[in-house]
């Protein structure tokens, strides 16, 4: 396994679940054990609750996983990789290397420009998010919006800037992200959607941030959570078909012997559609299935139904299913506050289900996906 | 055999009920609750639920 996330620790554990008896080894270039990531906007970056480790050492070498930290790969062949720190060879190789953020295309000072992706990350950001002090959040995906939440609930200044009309509308459409644009202004924070940054201003650290439109935000520390972007970079000279991200087929195979899993894998459903996906229980699941097809030597074809949660604030949103622009939304409040479930459909088939503190009720709706709306009880 | 959820450690995520509906559900509270007194041994779907929690808080007995 070419990195030490979840997706690579799940396929290690998962391969000694299933009765794999060969060496099992993960390669990853963060220096300290596995972690979930989620916890690194939420909770953990309030510093209310410790790392989550995926795995412990004793529980590794229970298992006979043998993790190699701190080890970056530089590239791949079709027998071995090489490393900063020697080669390794494979019979099988499962690459799990995750995505990184992007930046900001625009100068910035050396100071003060933060990105959320990993534990140090976390715990650098959680360092400077003091009460009082004035963040800039730029970007209002599921990340942005999170971190504005969190760092609110630290006493900080926060403003959040989406290029976009709403946040999360990507994901939940303009209805829900307009609803969730309410939610973070009841709780102070300054949401400034429809433009983007086109300057940090600062010399030394930072000082503002320069809209679109003209006017500059001050600010002591900015977020930028604009997005991930796989990493693929040590795959250049590999001969693997690259594409924001690994292409692989049905069974989430790359190559011959090589599998990709988790944020870095493009692959092509059952209906033809090519799909990557940065959430948490899809990567979990791939990695089940190529450890599946790995060691019964059988690769079916990988099916999954897309689910994903957030937490900001009182809330917690979740997501099933594979919302798109343009369909319909019917919002069912569930009480006098903010929870509520929304059915999206498509020429009149539910496309997805989504809630605001409704898990449940979502979740009890998974039977609806592909049906008729008119099936759906309001 | 048994499952459990500790109800303290859940987050309400709902990984459980994808994995295995007939053994869980999320009560209004986002909070996972077990609806099954007695799953087979062994239940693939109830082992993926277990290491597929985010917060560990599942176990079986
Ligand atoms: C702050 C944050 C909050 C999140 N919250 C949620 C959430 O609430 N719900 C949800 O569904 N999803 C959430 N996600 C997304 C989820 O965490 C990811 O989908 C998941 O971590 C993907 O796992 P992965 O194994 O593919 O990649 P990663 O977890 O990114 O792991 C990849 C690993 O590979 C290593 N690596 C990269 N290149 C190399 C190399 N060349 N050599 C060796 N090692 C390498 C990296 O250092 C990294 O440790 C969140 C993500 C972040 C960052």
Redesign the interface.
Known sequence: MVGAGLGGV?TA??LR?LGHRGPVTLLGAEPSLPY?R?PLSKAGLAGERPP?WLATSPELSAAGIVLHTGVTVLSLSPTTVTTSSGSFSYDQLVIATGAEPRRLPVPQPPHGVHVLRTLADATRLRQVLAAGSRLVVVGAGVLGCEVAATARSLGVEVTLVEADTAPMRRLLGAGLGERLAAVHRAQGVDVRCGSGVTAIRGDSAVTGVELADGTVVPADNVVVAIGAVPRTDWLRDSGLTLADGVVCDESLRAAPNVWAVGDVCRWTGTDGVSRRSEH??NA??QA?AVAAAIVSGRPTPYES?P?M?S?QYHL?I?CLGDPADGDDVRVTPLDDGDRLKAVFSRAGIVSAVAGF????A???L?GALGKPLTEVAA | MKVAVDQELC?????C??NA?EAF????N?KAIVIADEVPDGDGAV??AV??C??NAISTH
Do not use: C, I
């Open positions: 799940r554990q998962t679940r979930d989620p989550v948490w229980t979990g699941n089940e139904v689910w949660w937490d917690k979740t503190s409704a898990g449940g979502v979740l009890r998974r | 987050d309400g995520y709902g990984n009920v994808m509906p559900d999320l009560d209004d986002d082992e993926r290491v597929g985010p917060f």
